[in-house]
């Protein structure tokens, strides 16, 4: 006797969606790097050539150093940006300023004091390094995750049927 219980399938998705997908996510993979690296620069040049007072050596060196390890962790930190924000993010300037300054800080925070740590730095400077640092996350959080975002919805407009994570 037939059974009146209808059962259905999971149909996974075709190879041609999967396809359409991988170069979608090497792109936002790219983009995630060009975004962090780029800022990173823009940020730098007057912190380490005037501030600083390196010479423009010095600062090629940093920044080569910096591109290596910026380009290392740009897509965790774009993906940890966007899941923050996707469980946190809400309606406002106030609460975009919160999440991107505690994103900012949560994950480059303790890379930050990591590196000073393996570079020989002793408590003392770590914590005032720490404290620094603290305070340029305060000021450089928003305008990453603003110059981020920006990027996202440029290179979204370029793709069909994609949702940025933005806070806006």
């Known amino acids: 006797m037939p059974s009146s219980v209808s059962t259905t399938r999971n149909i996974p998705e075709s190879d041609d969606a999967n396809e359409a997908n991988r170069p979608s996510r090497r792109l936002d993979f ?9 800022f990173s620069w823009l940020i730098a040049i007057p912190i380490e050539l005037v501030l600083a007072g390196m010479s ?4 090629l060196k940093v920044r ?5 390890c910026n ?5 965790p930190f774009g993906l940890y940006r966007s899941w923050v924000a996707h469980r946190f993010g809400g309606r ?9 300054t505690f994103v900012f800080l949560s994950f480059q925070l ?8 393996l570079s020989g730095a002793g408590l003392r400077e770590i914590l005032t390094a720490s404290a620094t640092f603290i305070l340029i996350a305060g000021i450089l959080g928003r305008p990453y995750g603003i ?3 920006w990027l996202r919805r440029m290179w979204v407009k ?3 049927f994609a949702e940025p994570h933005t806070l806006a």
């Open 30 to 38: 790219f983009l995630d790097i060009f975004a962090m690296n780029s």
């Open 56 to 59: 423009w050596q010095e600062h």
């Open 64 to 68: 080569l150093m910096a591109l290596v």
């Open 71 to 75: 380009t290392l962790i740009a897509r």
């Open 92 to 100: 406002g300037r106030l609460n975009a300023y919160l999440v991107d």
């Open 110 to 117: 303790p890379l930050y004091s990591g590196s000073i740590y």
């Open 147 to 149: 110059y981020l975002d």
């Open 158 to 160: 370029k793709r069909p």
